[in-house]
């Protein structure tokens, strides 16, 4: 179940090249993401990163990633590649964004429990809240699996560890598999987006059968954006 975690609290730590360096350390803020007004909710220019913590008890640890500012194509799509870092182990974590689409190429748990990757469609910065989207992840492990997404809200400001981001949009994707004739959930992801930064926080509620049986947060706690 660590590795589980480790693993997904990736999940959309996004960019889009930007102009301006940016870089915020401290908890202060006023609603007012150091953004240009232009920048979309995923950066990947050269060297901009990303520090996050678990803010459970479960771990604690600290996670960061850093856009390469290289492309790699897989499976026929380009991806923009990032460096990770968590628990001392290094790795690599791809994003990509298709028109008003963003994607996160990462691991998650199929149902026989084993890690697999995914391509996870987790936003779209144009929509209203209430828009909803379908995304089949194919056959994994031979069991048919989708996520089911949402846009909860947007535009707001979010406060995360005392700092406050504004042009938020908050979407909800729901991991479930096909079996025994139907569809049971697996995992409900939260993620909230600031527009110019990329991920700001992800709360991760892993289930079995529409039970919980473990949720935690992921937060951002320092980042630059080059």
């Not at 989708?146 to 406050?164: A, P, Q």
């Not at 939260?190 to 991920?199: F, L, P, R």
Request: charged share 20%; proline share 2%; hydrophobic share 30%.
């Amino acid at each position: 179940m660590k590795k589980l975690f480790s693993t997904l609290s990736i999940a959309l730590i996004l960019f889009s090249s930007c102009q301006k360096e940016v870089s915020e350390t401290n908890n202060g803020g006023n609603g007012q993401n150091p953004s240009p007004t232009n920048a979309d909710y995923q950066p990947t220019s050269k060297d901009s990163y990303w520090k996050y913590q678990d803010s459970s008890s479960y771990t604690g640890k600290e996670e960061i990633l850093r856009s390469t500012g290289t492309t790699r194509n897989i499976d026929g799509l380009v991806w923009n590649e990032l460096n990770r870092l968590f628990d001392g182990v290094e790795s690599k974590a791809y994003v990509r964004k298709d028109g008003n689409k963003y994607f996160i190429r990462s691991k998650a748990m199929s149902s026989s429990g084993t890690m697999v990757e995914v391509n996870s469609y987790y936003l779209n910065d144009k929509e209203p809240v209430g828009f909803k989207w379908e995304h089949s992840l194919g056959s994994i492990n031979g069991v048919p699996a989708r996520f089911l997404g949402e846009i909860i809200e947007r535009d707001i400001n979010y406060t995360v560890k005392g700092k406050t981001y504004s042009s938020v949009i908050h979407t909800r994707l729901i991991l479930q598999y096909y079996i025994m004739g139907r569809f049971s959930t697996w995992a409900i992801y939260d993620y909230y987006i600031a527009k110019g930064i990329g991920v700001i926080r992800l709360v991760s509620d892993v289930q079995i059968e529409g039970i919980s049986i473990l949720k935690t947060a992921t937060n951002l706690i320092e980042y630059s954006i080059k």
